[in-house]
């Protein structure tokens, strides 16, 4: 018996290069992806999850993402967000997110103000995560990252707000930080737990044929939520 593929979202920016690989990522992991241009209103009927993609939208003028959270799109994501729904936010999405205040902290230039493209590990520091379900707790994920902007920073007393809520949910492994994020954080997640962002492309980690398979562990917990979410989800 086929499993229902879940309808997911994935956002269309002006600048959004990688909309296509997250799509089809989501394909090869049992979804169904539908490409929505940022100027939408609304999401299409069905949808239970969505991906703000990696790219540089709005050529990241003023701040990564600043102008890219005024998108139409993005007030319905919010009500998706506030439904349960998951949404996660790979490299310039994280960004968005963040600006967007659907996530805590800001995402600054690497320490070494350089473009950074490379494999990386992180460790899984919470696999109760909708993103990380498939995953234990400890496990290291190669993943590739590519960011000039990549360095996670919050205050000392919202760090120690996120340690204790559980909401770091990767860590680059030690040797691993490409970009001098504080505390080496990779991923965190609000505190409903269902929205996420990362910095690590996981749509480019779905095929061993291109080093590395891990990626398809986030985005298939991704798929499981988003199905548990949506009874009635496409088949």
């Not at 992806?33 to 993609?53: D, M, R």
């Not at 998108?71 to 936010?89: N, S, T």
């Amino acid at each position: 018996m086929n499993e229902a593929r879940p309808r997911i979202a994935v956002v269309v920016f002006p600048g959004s290069c990688d909309d296509e690989d997250a799509a089809l990522a989501l394909q090869r992991v049992g979804a169904d992806p539908v490409l929505v241009w940022h100027g939408e209103p609304e999401l299409p009927a069905g949808v239970a999850g969505a991906i703000l993609p990696g790219g540089f939208s709005y050529g990241d003028y003023l701040r990564c993402g600043a102008i890219a959270r005024f998108a139409p799109a993005m007030a319905a994501i919010e009500r998706l967000a506030d439904q349960g729904a998951p949404v996660l936010g790979i490299c310039n999405g994280f960004q968005i997110l963040c600006e967007a205040g659907l996530l805590p902290g800001v995402l600054l230039a690497n320490d070494t103000l350089r473009f950074t493209c490379r494999d990386v590990t992180v460790r899984v520091e919470q696999a109760d995560a909708p993103f990380t379900s498939r995953c234990e707790s400890g496990q290291r994920l190669v993943l590739p990252v590519k960011h000039g902007e990549g360095r996670f920073v919050v205050p000392p007393a919202a760090l120690a707000e996120l340690e204790a809520a559980g909401q770091i949910v990767l860590r680059y492994e030690a040797g691993s930080n490409p970009n001098g994020a504080l505390a080496d954080i990779a991923g965190v997640r609000n505190r409903a737990g269902n929205v996420m962002g990362l910095m690590p492309h996981p749509e480019h980690a779905v095929d061993p044929l291109l080093g590395s398979a891990d990626g398809a562990l986030l985005l298939g917990s991704l798929v499981d939520r988003a199905r548990e979410h949506q009874p009635t989800a496409v088949a």
